[in-house]
């Protein structure tokens, strides 16, 4: 009689905990185009690249603020060979409230670092390198926050470098005015066992800037701000270290889906290694190796529309007294309770052509 009543609670409990249980699922595919016309430049070889990301995943969420999410993020390059060029797990842990969010595992960038300048990270590292491995954490969000993350990129193994990332960020917003900052530590080590021929180097990036925003109801965006872009670069092995330092500016405007965003460096040439580590060691755009660059992309949003987007690029690069172009072209289309829904339906004239 015991054991029924035993086996009579425990068939509720379960029941009562799956009924408490919020299943979660998205199905999305993003797929970039990415032509980078950059010679003859000295910072970066030109390259075309390409791919299509397939992501599945799910999640059970409890208690309205506690998730664990769990899928696989599959590319395939077009031209090449394989059916998948590369496999990535998503696999993380969720706790979120209204002023509280924080992730333990491997998840998307994107989803948390997007505040971050293009400075910090290139746009090879966003298209083959998605997922962070590692912990977030942010209290606020959209207009006043603050955050600290780690992302681990590398274990140490006899074949495999040490690698890591340790990041903080912020943003405060009172009005049309704001104040935010970004800022990274790379610590690139060696190998276990350790090898004698590596060293251990580390790179610094920190940006601090002021400035204005505003976003009309009649489909008018701006932004206009200036700023510091510090750094510190070591190779303790060679004993060396550099500390650039330089000035920033940046400006955007979009009007009915077409826009522009602008931002300017002018100060000390970075990246000082570069020669020796490439892009082992730094993950920003490199043409951030000379003296002044500006960047201005030119876009238009081709397709705006519940669970899909496109927009098509046109970006110029003003580096060493010469121009260069980059084309790109984004796709990103998504169902499921995840999918990532547009605040609103927005609909131009060329979006028409999609109808």
């Not at 791919?51 to 998730?67: E, F, V």
């Not at 690029?313 to 499921?336: D, E, K, P, W, Y």
Request: glycine fraction near 10%.
């Amino acid at each position: 009689m015991r054991y029924r009543l035993y086996s009579l609670i425990a068939v509720v409990c379960t029941v009562a905990a799956l009924q408490a249980q919020e299943y979660r699922w998205k199905a999305e595919i993003d797929y970039f185009f990415d032509n980078q016309e950059y010679e003859p430049s000295s910072f970066i070889d030109p390259q075309t690249m390409n791919g299509i990301w397939l992501k599945p995943l799910g999640g059970i969420s409890w208690d309205t603020a506690h998730t664990i999410y769990g899928g696989v993020d599959l590319l395939k390059i077009p031209g090449m060979q394989k059916a998948v060029d590369k496999v990535e797990m998503t696999l993380y842990y969720q706790y979120e409230t209204p002023k509280v969010l924080f992730r333990a595992g491997a998840f998307p960038r994107e989803e948390v670092l997007s505040n971050y300048s293009d400075f910090f990270f290139s746009d090879s590292v966003n298209h083959f390198i998605p997922l962070m491995q590692g912990v977030f954490w942010q209290l606020g969000k959209e207009g006043s926050f603050l955050n600290a993350w780690m992302d681990w990129t590398g274990y140490a193994t006899p074949v495999t470098r040490e690698s890591f990332f340790v990041g903080f960020s912020g943003k405060l917003t009172r009005g049309i005015f704001f104040g935010d900052f970004q800022s990274y530590l790379y610590h690139y080590a060696g190998t276990y066992p350790g090898n004698p021929v590596y060293g251990v180097s580390e790179q610094l990036q920190g940006m601090a800037s002021a400035g204005v925003a505003y976003e009309a109801d009649n489909s008018l965006k701006g932004l206009a701000s200036a700023g510091l872009f510090i750094g510190m670069e070591r190779d303790r092995k060679a004993g060396l270290s550099h500390s650039p330092a330089g000035f920033t500016a940046r400006a955007d405007v979009e009007y009915m889906g077409i826009g522009t965003r602008n931002t300017f460096y002018r100060g000390d040439p970075r990246m000082r290694f570069y020669p020796t580590y490439g892009g082992d060691l730094y993950w920003g755009t490199p043409f951030l190796r000379g003296a002044s660059y500006l960047q201005s992309k030119w876009y238009i949003r081709l397709l705006e529309s519940g669970n899909a987007s496109a927009q098509l690029n046109c970006n110029l690069h003003f580096s060493g007294g010469r121009m260069f172009f980059q084309q790109t072209l984004s796709v990103n289309a998504s169902i499921g309770n995840l999918s990532r829904q547009r605040q609103r339906r927005t609909v131009y004239p060329w979006m028409r052509i999609f109808q």
